[in-house]
Each structure stands twice: as structure tokens, then as C-alpha cells.
């Protein structure tokens, strides 16, 4: 049970810290978007591979904790396979050329909340002429 508790608790400081890391403008989002860039070659690193990493956790946690209150094995297995299926699926994104989802990349959400992006959610190239700088 306590493995349960403390793998729930670190799937959620992950969460938490992907969560702050894209969204927010605080002193530790920005250096923990300075950190991420230095040590993660590819950025589907963090956008895939943080939240992914995160709900795995906290469904192992589940699982573990389902086990130790003896729930039937249908419930366990569903959380087996639905936390299979998030692993295959994150997997499957960080190696596909697919984009990464606006919603989850840092960089993106950045220039949203700074005004660096045109009306069609484009970055702004602020070398054009009548461009303005942003915010």
C-alpha cells in the first residue's frame, strides 16, 4: 500500500511539474523550460514523454493499490492494459513524425501568453515589416 501512495505522489509532483513547466511563466517553469531544453535532445521529450510518464505512475499506483485491497482481476487487468495502451500510444508519438499537440508543447503555449503568435495561432516573424514586438 505505501509503494501505492508514494508512486501516486511522484506521478502527480510530474505531472505537476510538466503542468508549471508549460503553462505557467513562474521562476521555476522558466528554469525548468532552460533545464529541459539543455538535457533533452528531441522537445517531444517533454511534451509526450513528461505527462505520459506521469499518468503511468499514477495508474501503476492504482493497480498496486487495487491489488492490496483485493479487487477483482477485471478491474486490475482493465488497469493494466489502459496503462499498456498509454505507454504504446506515447511511444508511437515520440518516434512518429507526427507534430507535437499545441496544447502540450512549452514553447507554443510560451508565445501564446506572450502575444508572439498571428491570428491563425502561427508564430509571428517579427522581422517583417509592421510587425509588432511582442509583449
Known sequence: MLLGILALLFGTVILATWYIQTFTDTSYGKNS???????????????IGFPATGVVFIFAAIVI????????????NSLLILTLLV???SL????SPLPIPRWADARYQ????HGMLDKNG?????DEEGS????
Open 33 to 47: 523550460r532552460f533545464i529541459s531544453t539543455t538535457f533533452h535532445a528531441h522537445p517531444k521529450s517533454d511534451a
Open 65 to 76: 493499490i487495487c491489488n492490496e485491497l483485493k479487487l477483482p482481476n477485471l478491474v486490475i
Open 87 to 89: 505507454i504504446l500510444i
Open 92 to 95: 508511437i508519438w515520440r518516434f
Open 110 to 113: 510560451y508565445m501564446k501568453r
Open 122 to 126: 502561427d508564430p509571428i516573424d517579427f
Open 132 to 135: 509588432d514586438p511582442p509583449r
